[in-house]
Nanobody
Framework: QVQLVESGGGLVQAGGSLRLSCAAS????????MGWYRQAPGKQRELVAT???????NYADSVKGRFTISRDNAKNTVYLQMNTLKPEDTAVYYC??????????????WGQGTQVTVSS
C-alpha cells in the first residue's frame, strides 16, 4: 500500500511565502514524475508544477518565477516553495506521483490535499 501525505498549507497574506511538502511511503520500488496540482472553488484541477526523478521541471505559466518545485529522492519527498503569493493562488493543493510498487504495479497516486489561502 502506498500513500502520499502533504503538509505546509495555511493562510498567508499576499506577497508572502509558503512551502508545501509531500512524502510518499509504503511498498515503493520507484517513483517517476512527481508534481503539484491545485483546485480552486468552482474550477477544474490544474497543473502547477512537475519534476522528474532526474530533476527536470515544468511549471504552469501562472507560477513561473514565483514557485519552485524540488524533490529529495532519498526521502521520497517533493516540495513546492511558493513565493510572492497572490490571492488567485488560493486553492487546495494536491501532490501527485507516478509510483511503481514492489510487486511491479504502476499507477498515479494522489495526496489528500492541503488548503492554501492567500488574503489580499
Amino acid at each position: 500500500q502506498v500513500q502520499l501525505v502533504e503538509s505546509g498549507g495555511g493562510l498567508v497574506q499576499a506577497g508572502g511565502s509558503l512551502r508545501l511538502s509531500c512524502a510518499a511511503s509504503g511498498s515503493i520500488f520507484s517513483i517517476g514524475v512527481m508534481g503539484w496540482y491545485r483546485q480552486a472553488p468552482g474550477k477544474q484541477r490544474e497543473l502547477v508544477a512537475t519534476i522528474t526523478s532526474g530533476g527536470s521541471t515544468n511549471y504552469a505559466d501562472s507560477v513561473k518565477g514565483r514557485f519552485t518545485i524540488s524533490r529529495d529522492n532519498a526521502k521520497n519527498t517533493v516540495y513546492l516553495q511558493m513565493n510572492t503569493l497572490k490571492p488567485e493562488d488560493t486553492a487546495v493543493y494536491y501532490c501527485n506521483a507516478g509510483i511503481t510498487t514492489r510487486i511491479g504495479y504502476t499507477r498515479d497516486y494522489w495526496g489528500q490535499g492541503t488548503q492554501v489561502t492567500v488574503s489580499s
